[in-house]
C-alpha cells in the first residue's frame, strides 16, 4: 500500500520557470491538501480539494493553481517561480474532514 | 480564525525521562486535534488523532489529551527513548469544513542515550 506518493522529491528552478509538483494517493480518499513548510516554521494550506472537480484556496494560494480530474490525482502547479516558494511541500489526504490525515513524504524546492 | 503555539520549541531531555509536549490553540470550537512526529527529511506520520467529544487518546507510551475549554492539549511521552528524538507537530481542525489543519511549529525533541 503506497499510500500518498509525491513526486519529485527535490527539484532547483530558476526564477520565472514552471513547475508540476505530483500527489497521487491510492486509498480512494476524498479529501486532499497541498500545505507548505517553510524552515522553523508550521505548515501552511495552500489548496485542498473534497473531490474530483472541486477545488478552493487555502490560506496561501497565491502564485499556485491546482486540478482534481481524479481521486487519485492532485497536483499543483507554480506559474513563474519566485525566491519566495523556496520550501518544502507536502501533500496529503483524509477520508473525511475529522479522520485521521496521511501525509506524502515532500517535495523539497528550491528557487535560484 | 485558529492559532496553534506549542511550547517549548526545543526540548533535551536524557533517556528514560517522562515528558510533556504542549500545544494551545484560540478557537475553542475545535473539531479534533492531531499530534504528528517528523523526522528530519521526512514526511508527516500520524501519532494520535483525539475527536471533540474525547479527553484523550492513547498509544503505546503516548497519551494525548485535549481541553477544549482551555484551548489546550499535552502530549505526554512515557519512559522516552532515543528513537522518539524528532519534531512533534500538533495541529487542530476547527470550523466543521474541509479547509485543512492550523499547524503549530513544532516542538523539537532530543533524547540523550
Known amino acids: 500500500n503506497a499510500g500518498v506518493t509525491q513526486t519529485p522529491k527535490f527539484r532547483i528552478l530558476k526564477i520565472g520557470q514552471s513547475m508540476t509538483l505530483q500527489c497521487a494517493q491510492d486509498?480512494?480518499?476524498?479529501?486532499m491538501y497541498w500545505y507548505r513548510q517553510d524552515p522553523g516554521m508550521g505548515l501552511k494550506l495552500i489548496y485542498y480539494?473534497?473531490?474530483?472537480?472541486?477545488?478552493d484556496k487555502g490560506e496561501v494560494p497565491n502564485g499556485y493553481n491546482v486540478s482534481r480530474s481524479t481521486t487519485e490525482d492532485f497536483p499543483l502547479r507554480l506559474e513563474l517561480a519566485a525566491p519566495s516558494q523556496t520550501s518544502v511541500y507536502f501533500c496529503?489526504?483524509?477520508?473525511?474532514?475529522?479522520?485521521?490525515?496521511?501525509f506524502g513524504q515532500g517535495t523539497r524546492l528550491t528557487v535560484v | 480564525k485558529q492559532e496553534v503555539t506549542q511550547i517549548p520549541a526545543a526540548l533535551s531531555v536524557p533517556e528514560g525521562e517522562n515528558l510533556v509536549l504542549n500545544c494551545s490553540f484560540t478557537?475553542?470550537?475545535?473539531?479534533?486535534l492531531q499530534w504528528f512526529r517528523q523526522d528530519p527529511g521526512k514526511g508527516l506520520t500520524s501519532l494520535l488523532l483525539?475527536?471533540?467529544?474525547?479527553r484523550e487518546q492513547t498509544s503505546g507510551r503516548l497519551n494525548a489529551s485535549l481541553d477544549k475549554s482551555s484551548g489546550r492539549s499535552t502530549l505526554y511521552i512515557a519512559a522516552s527513548q532515543p528513537g522518539d528524538s524528532a519534531t512533534y507537530l500538533c495541529?487542530?481542525?476547527?470550523?466543521?469544513?474541509?479547509?485543512?489543519?492550523?499547524f503549530g511549529k513544532g516542538t523539537h525533541l532530543i533524547i540523550q542515550p
Open positions: 480539494s473534497v473531490g474530483a472537480g472541486i477545488t
Open positions: 483525539i475527536q471533540s467529544s474525547q
Open positions: 496529503a489526504s483524509s477520508p473525511g474532514t475529522v479522520i485521521a490525515a496521511f
Open positions: 486509498m480512494n480518499h476524498n479529501y
Open positions: 478557537d475553542s470550537a475545535i473539531y479534533n
Open positions: 495541529a487542530g481542525h476547527s470550523g466543521g469544513g474541509a479547509d485543512g489543519l492550523t
